[in-house]
């Protein structure tokens, strides 16, 4: 069996959050990620990210309809695949095998 590709830190942020967002555009996107981890992000690196994931089979984008409030320009929206969400799993569960027993140390540092 082949090497399995995890989606990088940022990857697997937006990941998740276009899972947890209905809407998942741009600065819904962002706005998701700044509030539930506190990290800010750059339009630029969500897009380029976006473009990356999109490549490697993991989401799929599509114009939304302009509306009044944006000028008519139309939105990119972000739909997760199923090989972003099994990729996101694997990632998910390989972290959480990393971290087992680690619970005691962590608890100290924090």
Aim: hydrophobic share 40%; no cysteine.
């Amino acid at each position: 069996m082949g090497r399995r590709q995890f989606p990088g830190e940022f990857e697997h942020l937006v990941l998740a959050a276009a899972m947890r967002v209905e809407d998942a555009y741009g600065a819904a996107l962002m706005r998701e990620i700044e509030t539930v981890t506190g990290r800010r992000v750059q339009a630029g690196s969500l897009y380029i990210t976006i473009d990356r994931l999109e490549e490697k089979g993991f989401v799929t984008t599509r114009q939304a309809p302009g509306d009044a409030g944006r000028g008519g320009r139309p939105r990119r929206l972000v739909r997760v695949e199923p090989a972003g969400v099994r990729a996101l799993a694997r990632h998910r569960d390989a972290l959480l095998r990393m971290w087992a027993g680690l619970e005691d140390v962590l608890e100290r540092a924090g």
